[in-house]
């Protein structure tokens, strides 16, 4: 049974990566054609939002590399290991990247939502900065709950 929601779960991992390297390959590159036409006045608005999502793709990878990381140790039984506790450091490392990246892009949301008269577009883009700080805290919970976990472990193996 392990092994079969470890397999969905890299599955899933597989398919958010193609999706998210389909958009980078075909959508954003299209957008990125169609900028200038559309908005002559604030071409460099759209290409800061564009580059910023470049920019958060590397450490999204990064994740996702990682998370694959820590099912490989789940398989092989390394779930409470020191390996898995760097795994998840490095996933919350990754997730802080990717929202300070759209920290970064924020004054870019806000001209472009100013521009369009879109209030709305403000609000998508702080979910794009509440999200991977979500991820990140959860895997720095997961992290101390792990670590305090392989701590208990080896204290009962002494006292064995």
């Known amino acids: 049974m392990q092994r079969i929601s470890t397999f969905v779960l890299r599955g899933a991992i597989y398919v958010i990566g193609a999706i998210v390297l389909a958009l980078c390959i075909f959508a954003l590159p299209a957008m990125w054609r169609a900028v200038p036409g559309e908005y002559p006045d604030h071409t460099y608005v759209f290409y800061s939002i564009l580059i910023a999502f470049y920019a958060a793709a590397i450490p999204f990878y990064g994740v996702l590399y990682q998370a694959m990381r820590l099912l490989h140790y789940i398989d092989t039984g390394k779930a409470f290991s ?28 806000y001209m472009w939502a100013n521009g369009d ?31 305090e976990a392989i701590e208990i472990k080896s204290e009962n193996d002494l006292t064995v």
Do not use: E, N, T
């Open 82 to 109: 020191m390996l898995a506790v760097r795994a998840l450091k490095r996933i919350a490392l990754c997730a802080l990247a990717i929202s300070v990246v759209f920290v970064a892009a924020m004054p870019f949301f």
């Open 117 to 147: 008269d879109a209030p709305g577009l403000v609000v998508i883009s702080m979910s794009l900065v509440v999200a991977p700080f979500v991820v990140a805290v959860f895997a720095a919970v997961l992290q101390r709950l792990f670590r």
